[in-house]
């Protein structure tokens, strides 16, 4: 082999293993932050959910053809950033009551907050607790930042230069979460 392409080669060789090493150093600054930039984007974020959230039903009663009477809804509007695939089994609040959905939501106040639903079939009604951001994150992932990407996005929420670094920065967690898998 000629000594210019295997010096190449070589070089090539060793320049991919430098990306790689700068991109996992990149990927360990991006996770030790992501609980920072999670509650920094819900805050953004809260400032209009009274306006796009939805009212959310605290309790109600369910006829025998399937229609809810006696509604009550929590104050706060909230918004979806995540459903949970497997419900906990259990309520904390009341460990007699099946969780039937169980989502992370945003509050109008800019707060992550867990919200089950269970139904026994002649009540329904919720529990919402409050998620530290590193919580939210291990149980909801990262769909919950993308969320509030959108969410930012869709209502000029920040300037266009913070959206593409947002942009870039989930791509690359994005990316780099396809290739672990």
């Known amino acids: 082999m000629d000594e210019v392409i295997e010096q190449g080669f070589y070089r090539l060789r060793s320049l991919v293993t430098e990306t790689k090493e700068v991109q996992d150093a990149a990927a360990l600054e991006i996770e030790k932050g992501s609980a920072e930039l999670l509650s920094m984007m819900a805050k953004t ?5 009274e306006e796009i959230g939805q009212e959310f039903l605290l309790k109600a ?3 025998t053809k399937g229609e809810l009477y006696d509604q009550k809804y929590y104050a706060e509007k909230m918004i979806i950033l995540g459903k949970s695939a497997e419900p906990v089994s259990f309520r904390p609040d009341n460990p007699t009551k099946k969780v039937d959905q169980q989502f992370c939501v945003l509050t109008e106040k800019g707060e992550i907050m867990e919200l089950m639903f269970s139904n026994d079939g002649f009540i329904i009604d919720t529990y919402t607790s409050k998620l530290s951001e590193d919580d939210a994150l ?5 769909d919950i930042i993308y969320m509030l990407y959108s969410a930012m996005r869709d209502y000029a929420l920040a300037q266009q230069d913070v959206l593409d670094a947002l942009n870039l920065t989930l791509g690359f967690i994005q990316r780099r979460n396809e290739t672990k898998q």
């Open 61 to 63: 009663k369910m006829d």
């Open 138 to 142: 291990h149980f909801y992932g990262y």
């Open 45 to 49: 974020v809260g400032a209009v959910v």
